[in-house]
C-alpha cells in the first residue's frame, strides 16, 4: 500500500540494489482485509519463492470448491460414442466444464478441466466420486483409470510393507500377536512398551463400550448406535533409526464417505519455513521448537463412527 513510517515520521529501512539487503518497510494489505508491515527483503523473497527459473509464476493446489459446465458441455445422454467394429465407448472430450479451486496462498481462481485434469489429475478424479460427476462425459472416461492407477500405486506400497521382515538387523513385527511373540523370545518389553505408549496416547479418541459385541452392534442390537459406521483398526510397527521401537493406531478411514469437497492435508511449504527463518534472522529472535505427539486438530466428524 505504502512505506511504512516511524513515530518520527520519517521513512523505515534503507533502499539496496540487491533486494535481499533493502530494508524499507512496506504496509501490506491481504486479500482479508488485514494489513502488516513487511520489509522489502521479505516481500521479495517471497515473490522470487513463486517463480521458477524462467520467471514463471507456480500455485499449489489447497483445495477444489465447485465447479460447473457452460453451453459447450456434452450431456450424458450424448456422452458415448459408436466405432466402426460397432463397439460403444465414451467420448474423449473435457470441453465445457470448470473447476474452482483454492490456491494455498487463499486466492481462488475458475479453472478448464482439461487445465487442472493435466497438473492434478487424482484430486480432481477424487472430487468427480466425491461429488457423483463420474458419468457425465468430461470425467467417465478417465477418472476410474487414475483411481486404478492409484490404488496400483498404493498397493505396491502396502505389498512392500508385509515383505519387509527385519529393519537395521531386528525382526519387524507385523501384528500385535507377532509383537509379543518377539518381546517373549528375546526376553524384552521394547514391543509391548511401544504398544502401551501408543494406546495410553490414542485412547482419547473414542470411548469404551461394555457389556457389548461387534456382533450385536452389526445386528442392530444396541439402539444407540444404529446408523455407525464401522471401521475396522489396525497397528502398524516400525523401527527408528536409534533402535527405538514404534507402534501407530491407524483406523481404515478409507471405508467411510467421501466428503461432498475434497480437502488435503496442509503441509508446511518450503517458502513459510524461508520466510520465518528470515524474519527471525531480521528481528534476532531465538527460534525455538517443540513435537507435538498424536495431535488431534480435526474438527468433530459429521457423521457417526464405530471402530
Known sequence: MKRARGID???IGCAHTNPYFDTREYEVQFTDGTVEKYTANVIADNMYAQIDDEGNTFQLLHEIMDHKKDGTAIDIADGMITSANGNVKPKV????WWLLVMWKD?????????DLKASNPIEVAEY??????TEEPAFKWWVSGILRKRNRIISKVKKKYWRTTHKFGIKLPHSVEEALEIDRITGTDHWRRALNKEMQRVKVAWKVREGITPEDVRAGKV??????QEIGCHIVFDIKMDFTRKARFVAGGHVTEAPAAMTYSSVVSRESVRL???I???NDLDIMACDLENAYLNAPCKGEDMV
Do not use: C
Not at 468427480?128 to 460427476?133: E, M
Open 128 to 133: 468427480a466420486v466425491a461429488n457423483r460427476l
Open 276 to 278: 520465518g527463518f528470515m
Open 223 to 228: 439402539k444407540d448406535l444404529v446408523g455407525f
Open 93 to 96: 472430450t473435457t470441453a465445457g
Open 106 to 114: 487463499q486466492s481462488t481462481m475458475w479453472i478448464k478441466l482439461k
Open 9 to 11: 515520521g520519517e521513512p
Open 280 to 282: 527471525t534472522a531480521l
